[in-house]
């Protein structure tokens, strides 16, 4: 076959001979269906079905990359909405280059179909794939933030190789990190690579943005991402790129995979932690003359806006079913109320040596916390539907936490008495698409079975 030239390309976009192809992407939390990838394929008269390693090279480099991105906007605009009345809800991402952004005629085009209504913003990703270095300028950030605005989600592609930087990522207003599937297929050969993606899945976490690992090629790859919390999955174990009406029968066949959140309380449980020594670095850093901020204040005592709060009234309320759950209300908000009077004794004055008392039982109460989501994966590994006995410390009385909010309580581990239907405060999330691990408030309560792994 001669060399692909710049003149194929182009008359290959004019004859239309560039299709897309889907692969699926899975929530590895629901174990089911939640997005696609598009990848261009060439079909290129008889020499059969082209890979896009070998014209997106060229297309790069030439400049007439984004030729090709505009003239597939049509195809993947009808194929969206084909899959839209299939199955309402999915994201549908592709791939486009950072000289695609550059130009400024992409983002119009895509505004001109989101205004129309040909494409919704929601359900849209655009995946940036990069061979250049990202050139992450005021006019490149503002059209990624004009994206956003639509609310377009925004992936930054193949995370963990030279090209995409973290930098980059602190710079742009990505909603998701794609970890490089490089990375992800070494991850049973190399600890180091599981190390890698482990840490990278965390760091995704913290940053609030979506963890997106492709190029899952075994089951023993997926169920090791998915115990690390890695929301979403994609690779050949679960799909390969396929014609669309596969991905229509696919998305209608209901098929599901292996789904769990085990990695989600276990991310819940480092975020506890890690609250709780912020709280303690900052009181111990504090210099003795210095006034106390009000934001310090809320910190510590606002339970429904630290990272474990934002997790059990969003994502967590998938186990709204297991009453270890919601036994884990009282002690969270008893610990803020904790948290709270400390940094309120720290405000008028008192040095740490006088706050030991208080931070013995904030202590208390964080071990009562982590009882509590340990409960919450025992319960998920053993598919109870109740499981008091699982928590490895008992839950407190509602009425007693209740007390301890107001006046200067005894030690948790003396409220020993169970809650009774102890119940959760509902989420507040509006409406809308969201990605799978941000579960609706709304969500049915999910049997317990389903959420633990089939193995047991
Ligand atoms: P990408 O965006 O990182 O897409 C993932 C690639 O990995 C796809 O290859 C997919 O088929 C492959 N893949 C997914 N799961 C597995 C797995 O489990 N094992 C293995 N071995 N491979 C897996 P594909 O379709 O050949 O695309 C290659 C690259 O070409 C894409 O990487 C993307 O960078 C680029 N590309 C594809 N379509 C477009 C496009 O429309 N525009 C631009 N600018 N680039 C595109
Ligand atoms: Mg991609
Ligand atoms: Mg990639």
Partial sequence: MSAITVADLEGALARREFTYWYQP??????GTLCGAEALIRWRRGDQGLVPPGAFIPLAEESGFITEITLGMLDTFARDTAALEREAPGLITSFNASARDIEDGRLLEALERRIERGELVAEATEVELTESAVIVADASFRGRLNRLRAHKVHLAMDDFGTGYSSIETLSALPFTAVKIDQGLVRRMEQSEKDATLVETSIRMGHRLGVEVVAEGIETEGVYRRLQAAGCGVGQGYWMGRPMPLPELLALAASGRSWPGGA????????????????????????LPPDREVPASFL??????????????????????????????????????????????????????????LRELDELSLWSTQVIGCLHGVEHAMLLGARSLRQACSVAPVAVGDVTGARGEAAGAPQRRASRAVGASTSGGSQGPGRRRPSEAPASAPRTSPASLAPPSG
């Fill in 25 to 30: 992407k899975i929530s590895m939390v629901l």
């Fill in 262 to 285: 085990r990695g989600l309380v276990h991310m819940a449980t480092l975020d506890h932690l890690e609250w709780r020594k912020a709280l303690v670095d900052e009181l111990l850093m």
């Fill in 298 to 355: 809320r910190f510590a005592a606002d339970s429904s806006e630290c990272r474990l709060g934002r997790w059990y009234h969003g994502p967590g309320r998938q186990l709204a079913a297991l009453e270890v759950y919601q036994d884990l209300a009282a002690p969270h908000d008893a610990l803020h109320a904790c948290g709270a009077r400390i940094v309120a004794a720290a405000r008028r004055g008192a040095r740490v040596d006088d706050l």
